[in-house]
């Protein structure tokens, strides 16, 4: 997980896949499951929560991040 440029706001997430740790990255564990963010973004994400909706009227990823000061509507970019 990492925090890129971007987006309505100016920064936004992205998620992926990762077979190799890099030097650096922190290493978070939930229930069985590595996520891996990289050291700048570990900046930005300090005291994240991140949750998986499934429901009629939303379902992905939804994360809350009490350092975005501001937010886009789609909730996937922040300032």
Do not use: W
């Not at 990255?25 to 909706?53: C, F, H, P, R």
């Amino acid at each position: 997980m990492r925090v890129v440029g971007g987006g309505c706001s100016g920064l936004q997430y992205q998620m992926g896949l990762e077979e190799e740790q890099n030097p650096g990255d922190k290493v978070l564990t939930s229930n069985g499951i590595k996520v891996l963010v990289d050291m700048k973004s570990a900046l930005y994400l300090a005291g994240a929560e991140v949750d998986y909706i499934n429901g009629l009227m939303e379902s992905g990823f939804k994360i809350t991040n009490p350092n975005a000061k501001t937010t886009c509507g789609c909730g996937q970019s922040f300032h």
